[in-house]
């Protein structure tokens, strides 16, 4: 069991929230995560990343917002869990965000049978992070707004001005809010899922390995002057996010060109591939194992849920799924062995 290290700045109530919150983003997280496995706009994408923050990142957050919001609050920390759709053209990001629209528009009602409800109405901010100028032929604020507009979403639209000199980020960023029913109760939960290209994302995590990108929007927040001590590898590096978003419309050029066509073929999974869960059609499971014992009922159960989750871990090419694939087949070769053996005795 992980142990959280003592903190002697902050009140104990402040920990105990925080580790909160933690809890129930990773609740969510993994929930959300089942859900947009499998789905066009996760096939479509370059890549496909995921993260908690843990308690001592969301306490750390808290802290340095309160220097500008005393009132600031764990719950107040909407990128607790979060998700990167990482596409390969800038051209693919308003595409990739309609298809995420469109999916939680006609699937998102009925999530783990019933124990989170996701509609349109649940998304609470779009932000456009960008970086050129509204009438730039390559930006992409205009065709997102068009989308927002046919979906009646243009309200929840915070940001769509090119960034000031702190920042050269360029992203969309949409905040999911919604409660999530646990133990009786509703708590109120978030997530951020974000769009953006390759060669975004491959800036972002050079200049996030720096330390670069979050000291600039630490001095953003705080409306204080950069330390202007060393920073010749910073000015490189704000020259090497130039380079990157001239590649990034290279890119989207060639591939106009060359007659690339982003695939839209309807968001939803493909069910003949898409692992059946234990836990749904409740009736007919019931029925097929009514001769089972409570204690093997829950094993087997068990055993499918190390299935799925191996099935999760192979679509996103993690090094667990053969480790995960063969111990489930370990526990329903255990189960088989069991059976056959009391039909023998």
Known sequence: MTQHPPFDDGPDDLDKSCML????????????????YGTVPIKNAYAFKD??????????????KRKIRPSYEPADVKDASGFRI??????????ALEDVISLIKTEGKNIKGGMVRIGLEDIKEIEIHNNRRENDPHSIVGKVKDILDREDLRSKLVKSKPQPDFSSYSSVHVILETNLLDSG?????????????????AWSEISHRLGYGPDKRAAAEQAVPLD?????????????????????????????????SYKQEGI??????EPRSIDSDADDWQALFKDVSSERFHRLKFAFSERNRAEALAQVKDGKAAAAFLNAGHLFEALLRETEAQGHG
């Open 21 to 36: 919150a933690s809890r129930q983003a990773e609740r969510f997280h993994g929930i959300v995560k089942e859900f947009l």
């Open 51 to 64: 993260r908690v923050k843990p308690f001592t990142d969301i306490r750390e957050k808290v802290l340095r």
């Open 86 to 95: 990482v596409c390969l053209f800038n051209c693919d990001i308003p595409r």
């Open 185 to 201: 109760r509703r708590f109120l939960v978030a997530t951020e899922i974000q769009l953006r290209s390759v060669f975004e994302e």
């Open 228 to 260: 202007k001590s060393d920073e010749r590898w910073k000015i490189h590096l704000d020259a090497l996010k130039a380079l990157a978003d001239g590649c990034a419309q290279y890119s989207d050029n060639i591939a106009m060109e060359a007659g690339y």
């Open 268 to 273: 939803r999974k493909d069910k003949t591939l």
